[in-house]
């Protein structure tokens, strides 16, 4: 009998109603926390799948650069749809080899530092476009338990006028005031857990991308410094 008399309680936490019931300054903490942990979700996903086809690319590309294939036949494959990650930088490469070898012959010694200029803004733009909207889930990860913590503070401080104005301290009345105010922190750990966890993800996976491709510069420009020494 007791058993049956508690379980509607226990049961009868509802999130709808404590945001319906909170103040407009947390209902506002609380928008904006959720939107922020739905965008921050979007980019994650996006990422994801972004990361992993960037290595599965750089992967599938090492195997067809090192498998014997002239180094022509390899570009005139690659060049004739869009590239990413190292078959990107292959690609940049080449192009400015093929102009400068094609444009003017005697003028090899200027050929090395050009095609590793052209090396060293591809490997930034695709490092750019893969750490995009990075920032916003460390600033998500950063910021998003503090505006909780704001709304919190902001619920209970209300929650104390209503108990001053009512001259009531039971916990009948206490406690939904309170949940209220906890539910802003909690969504803002809601938020923030995710995404300071996939940026540290994202961002250690940037960086051995970005090695990768600046050690397969640096074999590039030997192979382009032995082309040189040979046509001159």
Known sequence: MLEGTMAPNAGGVSFLELFLQAHIVVKIVMIGLVLASVWSWAIIIEKLFAFRRARIEADRFEQMFWS?????????????????????????????????????????????MR??????????????????????????GSTAPFVGLFGTVW???????????????????????????LFATALGLLAAIPAVVFYNKFSADSTRLGQRLEAFADEFS???????DVRS
């Open 222 to 228: 030997a192979i382009v410094s032995r082309q040189i």
């Open 68 to 112: 014997g294939q002239s180094l022509e036949e390899l570009y005139l494959g690659l060049s004739r749809g869009p590239t990413i990650s190292m078959a990107a930088l292959f690609v940049a490469a080449m192009r400015e080899w093929k102009r400068s070898v094609e444009g003017n012959i005697r003028a090899l010694g200027g050929i090395q």
């Open 115 to 140: 095609v590793e200029k052209v090396m060293d803004v591809t490997i930034t733009r695709e490092m750019e476009r893969l750490d995009r909207r990075l920032l916003f889930l460390a600033t998500v």
């Open 155 to 181: 619920g209970i401080m209300t929650s104390f006028q209503a108990i001053a104005a009512s001259k009531n301290t039971s916990l009948a009345v206490v406690a939904p005031g309170i949940a209220e105010a």
